[in-house]
Structure formats: C-alpha cells, structure tokens
C-alpha cells in the first residue's frame, strides 16, 4: 500500500488544485496582509472576503463571540474593503501560483451584475457568488427564497467564461435541496460552497442575562464544529442531485483530517476552513490534508477523485 502515491491535488469547476483544503471567505482574508499570508501559507487557494459595492466598517461591537475552540458565533456584518479593492488584489496575488476566488455579496440583483462582470475581466479564478449571508438587518438571505435565487442568477448569465458557484446557506429540508438543485442544473452554476453560517442563532449570557453580540439583538450566524453534520447532509444532498455536473466546496466545522475525509466522502471536491482558521493559524491547512492523506490512505484511496462521494450506507 505504501508505494501507492497519495495525492490530495483536486479541481473545482476545472481549475486545478495542488491541494484540497482552503480557508473560507471572511476569516483573516480582508486585507492584503492577510491575504498574502493565505498565499504563503499551504492554504491551496485564496478565498477573499466577502465583497460589496462599496467598503463597509462598522465601529459597533461585540461582533463575534468564542464559545471555546469549538466554534463562535458572529455578525461581522460583511466589513470589507468594497470590490474595486479586491480586484485590485487579485493582480497582486497571483505571484502565489494558487487559485484566487473573489466572493461577491451584493445587496441587490445590480450590485452582484456589477461585481461580477468586473471579477470576470480581473485576475481571480473563480468567483463565489454569496447568496447566505445571515447578518444584514433587514435582509433575508437569497438563498432561502427560489425566486429571488432565480432573477439573481437570471441576472448572472453569460457575464463571462470564467466559472461561477453559490455559497449556499444550510437547507434542512429536501424540498429546498431539490428546488436549489433544479436551479443550479438550470442555469449552469458550476460550482457550490455549502454551508455559510447557521443564520440567526441567540447566544446569552446567563451571568449578565443579556446577549454576547451587538448587532440585531443578538441574532448571529454560528459557525464552527456544531455545523459538521448539517454541513455533510447538505454536501451529500446536493452530491446526489447534481448528476456530477457541479463541483462542491465542502465548509462547516472543518477542523481535521477527520471531519475533512467525511466531506470528501459526502461529495465534496475540496474544502474550506473557517472557525479552526480564526482560532488557529495558517499551519491549519496543511495540517489538515496531511491528515486528510492518512485518512485515504487507511482507506486504500490514492486520491481525492477515487474517494469522492464514496459514502457507504448500512
Ligand atoms: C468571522 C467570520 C466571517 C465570515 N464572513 C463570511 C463572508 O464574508 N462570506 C462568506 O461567504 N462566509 C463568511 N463566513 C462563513 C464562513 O465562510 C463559513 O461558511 C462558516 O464559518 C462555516 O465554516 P466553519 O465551521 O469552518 O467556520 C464567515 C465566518 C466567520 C467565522
């Protein structure tokens, strides 16, 4: 067994990877400092912040609440540096020889055709449309409504060549796996990121009797280990109603070679770390397709490709 090679090298949307384990958008990925520290690091992409039309900063806080290593809640309320910055980045970037993902999260059907007309004509390699973001008062997240997900991506078509995917928002439900699945066949959406953060969840302190989170009275989106299971149903949900025509990005507590081989499992192509990220470092992501390799290779799998979807049912 040993002199089989192990590889963890993957493709998403056709393009290639060296590795399968990225960091998700949002987490230590705004500034240009952070993002060439994904680029030095063994992160196997650079996923960049969340972006808008124009920059957002908030002065507000608590925003974000540890609840021990195993997760955090959060509402950072998509505080980033607007667009036009990030394609800007994306030039500097490519120096790292890695895949650059731009996410987008618009605030109406004219801000995402914005953004991404100008992501397609930038330097970044795929483009991650945002449709899950849980911390916008006053917004409901696109994603949980087919017809507002339909005119976006109506919207979306033919804005360029370079591949397109959904960060989805956990579904719980099999009814909206297959409306969004009809969805993404339909218009050709080539690769998925699921799960965002649980939308909406209420941490309280029961020594001060109060919320942990600032913004929308404490509403918050949880992130971390208690997604792991929600994260692989949503991953094999999609696996078996996608008929192999869309990649998968597996996120959703993330943390090692362990939880990364049930993703790949489910269906997932490649992965991305958010929480173990924030509270750990950038060693996270080798650590993490090095054990990942353990796990293929107990397994008798010599590569990502052979160990995809290969989920066994009792
Ligand atoms: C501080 C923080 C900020 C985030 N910001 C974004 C964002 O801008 N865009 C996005 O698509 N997801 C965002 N997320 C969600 C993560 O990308 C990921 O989907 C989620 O945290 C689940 O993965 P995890 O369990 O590994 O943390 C954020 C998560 C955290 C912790």
Same mark, same amino acid.
Request: hydrophobic share 40%; proline share 3%.
């Given at each position: 067994?040993?002199?089989?090679? /192990?590889?963890?090298?993957?493709?998403?949307?056709?393009?290639?990877?060296?590795? &399968?384990? &990225?960091?998700?958008? @949002?987490?230590?990925?705004?500034? #240009?400092?952070?993002?060439? !520290?994904?680029?030095?690091?063994?992160?196997?992409? /650079?996923?960049?912040?969340?972006?808008?039309?124009? !920059? =957002?900063?908030?002065?507000?806080? %608590?925003?974000?609440?540890?609840?021990? +290593?195993? @997760?955090?809640?959060?509402?950072?309320?998509?505080?980033?540096?607007?667009? !036009?910055?990030?394609?800007?980045?994306?030039?500097?970037? /490519?120096?790292?020889?890695? %895949?650059?993902?731009?996410?987008?999260? @618009?605030?109406?059907?004219?801000?995402?055709?914005?953004?991404?007309?100008?992501?397609?004509?930038?330097?970044?390699?795929?483009?991650?449309?945002?449709?899950?973001?849980?911390? =916008?008062?006053?917004?409901?997240?696109?994603?949980?409504?087919?017809?507002?997900?339909? !005119?976006?991506?109506?919207?979306?078509?033919? #804005?360029?060549?370079? %591949?397109?995917?959904?960060?989805?928002?956990?579904?719980?439900?099999?009814?909206?796996?297959? *409306?969004?699945?009809?969805?993404?066949?339909?218009?050709?959406? *080539?690769? /998925?990121?699921?799960?965002?953060?649980?939308?909406?969840?209420?941490?309280?302190?029961?020594?001060?009797?109060?919320?942990?989170?600032?913004?929308?009275?404490?509403?918050?989106?949880?992130?971390?280990?208690? #997604?792991?299971? =929600?994260?692989? $149903?949503?991953?094999?949900?999609?696996?078996?109603?996608?008929?192999?025509?869309?990649?998968?990005?597996?996120?959703? @507590?993330?943390?090692?070679?362990?939880?990364?081989?049930?993703?790949?499992?489910?269906?997932?192509?490649?992965?991305?770390?958010?929480? $173990?990220?924030?509270?750990?470092?950038?060693?996270?992501? *080798?650590?993490?397709?090095?054990?990942?390799?353990?796990?293929? +290779?107990?397994?008798?799998?010599? *590569? =990502?490709?052979?160990?995809?979807?290969?989920?066994?049912?009792?």
């Amino acid at each position: 067994m040993k002199d089989k090679k /192990i590889t963890t090298a993957t493709t998403v949307a056709g393009v290639k990877f060296d590795s &399968c384990v &990225c960091n998700a958008s @949002g987490v230590k990925c705004t500034t #240009l400092e952070e993002l060439r !520290e994904i680029g030095r690091s063994d992160s196997c992409a /650079i996923v960049m912040k969340s972006s808008t039309m124009e !920059e =957002i900063h908030w002065d507000d806080g %608590p925003r974000s609440y540890y609840l021990g +290593e195993h @997760g955090m809640v959060q509402s950072n309320g998509l505080q980033n540096l607007g667009y !036009e910055t990030y394609v800007a980045f994306s030039k500097k970037l /490519i120096k790292y020889g890695k %895949p650059i993902i731009a996410s987008v999260a @618009g605030s109406s059907i004219d801000a995402n055709v914005t953004m991404v007309t100008a992501y397609q004509k930038s330097t970044v390699d795929l483009i991650e449309v945002n449709i899950s973001c849980p911390n =916008i008062p006053g917004k409901s997240q696109v994603g949980y409504d087919s017809k507002q997900t339909e !005119e976006l991506l109506f919207a979306l078509l033919n #804005l360029g060549c370079k %591949p397109m995917g959904l960060k989805l928002p956990p579904y719980f439900d099999p009814a909206h796996w297959d *409306s969004m699945s009809e969805l993404i066949l339909r218009y050709n959406i *080539s690769f /998925i990121t699921c799960i965002n953060s649980i939308g909406n969840v209420l941490v309280i302190d029961p020594w001060e009797r109060r919320t942990v989170i600032k913004p929308k009275k404490g509403y918050a989106g949880l992130c971390g280990e208690w #997604l792991e299971y =929600i994260a692989n $149903a949503n991953i094999r949900a999609f696996y078996d109603r996608l008929e192999g025509k869309v990649s998968i990005f597996g996120v959703g @507590g993330v943390k090692d070679g362990i939880s990364a081989f049930t993703k790949i499992l489910a269906g997932a192509d490649a992965l991305q770390v958010g929480n $173990a990220f924030r509270q750990g470092d950038h060693k996270i992501f *080798s650590t993490i397709d090095q054990q990942l390799e353990g796990m293929l +290779e107990f397994h008798g799998f010599s *590569s =990502i490709q052979e160990a995809k979807g290969q989920l066994l049912y009792i």
